[in-house]
């Protein structure tokens, strides 16, 4: 089967990992480690991966390490799962230019989140989706990131770009389920249109009660875990739901919680890969990675956690 | 005399110009009116030009278009005035890419607000200034513009990185005047370091108590009153300063306080620019230019402000 | 039975509504109206009555007139549902007079914001809750809110106070549902801390995976159906959850999104209890009661959500 | 002559203490300290009195407390100066009561941020200020004091509320200067109108270009030196100015700055005044008076300031 055909299903079910970038140094891949890394998370039966958001380091990254890590990824995923790329960019001409590299590349999708820098309103987003969606060679997932961005796409917005061509989905990752919650009023009509969940501690209540599927950072690190709460999730198994999500939480109120700063998550999610050795745990500027006493708490988790290190 | 003998004043004393960057499209210069806008500046006694900062619209042009700026602006000045460069980007290896293209087309300095998609806290700030500085071809001035960054260089952060070799000013864009004070407090033994206050409202009590200089965006369309205003201050005609800082604070309500949205700056200013005939008023996205109902508003205040056009 | 051997239950569990208050004018209380809306609540089988929270405009009313709310209302329930009593303040002293204005009343337990003027760190407001839990005559619910108070009481604060005397559980109506399952986790070992989540738009999920109750302004207004759905959500009936979920969706969508503010939630529903006869929509400075056009909305929404008036 | 006939200027001018609220504990006032502090604030020149503001600790007191203050208070100063009564207020009524207190103990005028709980509209705030300027028994001085009660009176709000019957001046405490020239632009035809500086590293630059007066926290320690700066801006005494602003910014980097919350003006400043002697430095909940080793820090910088002990 080529790769073009391979068909995104609409909506979009599963777990997506939002895949960490493993780097040697703030301009080079750590492209054994990036090897490691898929191979790991296709193994754990993930269905989507999400390169270049966030938990990728995307805004840290010059473009022609993007562009490499793109082609890398899809080559090493052959079609495997698909692959989704962020385009989120507070300038629209180079998000049209990752999405070409996306498409050319091999990619089922692209992300993009609200441009960062200037404080646009309601109707000028959706007026920037509007002439950008004409652009974008690949189907689009919006991407809700308010304490990152600052900028909301409103549920209301989010309604309105649903029926622009291409637009196929939304990650929020708020946490604020109201808004969550919302969306899914709004789109109920529009069945296809997926509602992705960005927040690993809410993987379960959003499955039981109608989302598509989530957005998990852990799933770097332990993918099997999410999968088969998703799957208990969708089958309805409350017992096994509750059990699986408690997992969840402790992994995430151990490796997420290490350190002073809003980027423990980041930290400690590079820092505990590398203590299973997938791979390195470089963090591009503005952050630096762990250091001796974070990594000996991590490194303590990583056991208690249960997870073996790879030989 | 060569560009490279260009000697940047210590402290750097005057007007800047945050300079527009006038666009026939997206991704396309308005190569004319670019040329006279420089002259414009020029021939009004600016003391200095900044582009690709906030007021250039940097964060939303493709780097070709930055690169394609940078030199067109260097050329067309000629050493006439410093040219300081806007290299502020989420992606350090960037910034640093952005920063030689300064260096190599003969720009004096380059202006830094923090990376800002992350939220770091002030000790990696620091760090990140740490290394970014060693990397850096030109004098650096960093740039407090806390409602757009969201993240704030707080002074002790500026006073740290103050001692990094090449780190020579800050311009302050906050609207904060105790920070602004607070920082001078700071900074008193270090008389080299060059405090510009980033608001034009702000100008005439900079620059009596203190300050050095002011970069002014209406100083791309009247760039002599801000020159004059400054002169005043300079030498303490307080009755001189009281005139000529009502003429600011009427340009500053009425071109940037059309419409709805915060972007009403530069809008207002592009918009402005062209009723005067001095460049297009396109807006990259997530903006647009005024409609005619704005652009109607605009011109009115244009010639009652008694803006001459340009023939 | 006498009133003061009303056991609170341990965890308070099921749906707790937060009455609004029945006004004629600023510092006039509907009485007809309060006694009316009383036995509308508890006919419906609610489980508890929260006074003087958000939805009761407390912050807004003299103190007098909240000590008449006391009163009138413990006097009307009579001991058959538990009365909890909102003494967010501003001023320790002032907290602990409502608190014994409530005790002398007949009331079962209070309910605490942070103090909400002044920025206080953790570390001070766990003091705060230290000194003030020694003077209170009543059980305490800690209640998260940082919309209103823009102060959060973290989760590791709630677990150190939850060790305080006293403190028997938290309502959270941040949205922000990460939030709500890192307090479960925190707790686990708390089984008699009550767990509340106070936007009734996640009243289904939080029941489903472990929350005790839940705090529904719409409750107000269709006690029943917030009984239901927690009673389909404690037996786990998936599909009756829903089906009610769905209804809970429709009257937030409908009567809490009329109006410009963010104010639109209490005259929405102030408004909507007026139209179905139960008590007058007089709101408190710095609101108003919704105007012709809005109240026409409001009325339509009504008979759309079929909820009858009263004779 | 009788309190009564005490006229309050028009527009206010000179330097205006906020003064701190001298206690024993949570309930019970300092009345010798009050005694002292007023003695020592009236030796020192100064204009004006504001009592129960933020450095007031208003919220944070009891009303039995705050009118107790208002009284002794007003029969201490005896008509010496004008006294200014915060009335801010979540209540509207309860605002209203102060205002009579503060009327029947012979104060001259009130002060009022936004109602601090409920996110407020500019129309609702400026219909709120219709409303209870109707019920006002002295002149109104607006307070904008965003930080604290998170909503903002906007320029345009405080002209159109400048036009109400009592509404005398502002008070603006924002620390953003574009606020207050924006203003001093919007009323510049209303001479009467009182523009104060609520910030005093901003003193200086305030009255040099045309506000009338400031509320200078640190004058209660050192009165005179407010009362000097003032003056030397009054005379335009560009280099007596200089010289007195450094000591303000001294003082401010001293004693504002120790201890690591927000809280640390007040903390600091009660704990100075405790130092020399003045009055006690207990603070009201939430917060609390500095500990040993903040006391020694601020105990070093006052004599570094060369403030006396009083005997």
Do not use: W
């Not at 989120?88 to 960062?116: M, W």
């Not at 927040?199 to 088969?228: D, F, Q, T």
């Amino acid at each position: 089967m080529e790769k073009d055909s391979y068909k995104l299903m609409k909506p979009l079910r599963g777990i997506v990992v939002p895949m960490v970038t493993p780097l040697l140094d703030r301009d080079t891949l750590d492209a054994a480690g990036l090897e490691r890394l898929i191979e790991h998370i296709i193994a754990g039966g993930i269905h989507g991966l999400f390169i270049l958001g966030t938990t990728g380091e995307a805004p840290s990254l010059s473009y022609r390490l993007r562009y490499e890590l793109i082609k890398r990824v899809c080559d090493q995923v052959g079609g495997r799962i698909p692959v989704l790329v962020g385009i989120t960019d507070t300038s629209f001409v180079e998000s049209v230019n990752i999405s070409r590299k996306a498409k050319d590349a091999g990619a089922q999708a692209i992300v993009l989140a609200p441009p960062y820098y200037f404080p646009a309103g309601q109707s000028e987003l959706l007026e920037y989706l509007d002439h950008l969606t004409r652009e974008l060679p690949l189907p689009l997932f919006l991407y809700n990131m308010p304490s990152y961005t600052k900028l909301v796409f409103e549920p209301e917005t989010i309604r309105a770009a649903s029926e622009y061509p291409g637009v196929v989905g939304i990650k929020d990752s708020s946490g604020n389920m109201v808004y969550f919650r919302q969306l899914q009023s709004l789109l109920k009509n529009n069945p296809d249109f997926s509602l992705l969940m960005g927040r690993e501690e809410l993987l379960a209540e959003a499955i039981l009660l109608g989302g598509h599927g989530s957005v998990c950072g852990g799933a770097n690190l332990m993918p099997e875990l999410y999968v088969e709460l998703y799957n208990a999730a969708c089958s309805k198994d409350l017992q096994k739901v509750e059990v699986l999500h408690q997992k969840v939480m402790k992994l995430s109120a151990a490796i997420y919680k290490v350190g002073r700063y809003e980027s423990s998550l980041l930290k400690g999610l590079k820092c505990a890969l590398s203590c299973v050795g997938i791979c390195n745990d470089f963090l591009a500027e503005p952050f630096h990675r762990f250091r001796r006493a974070e990594h000996e708490v991590i490194e303590q988790y990583v056991k208690e956690l249960g997870i073996n290190p790879k030989k």
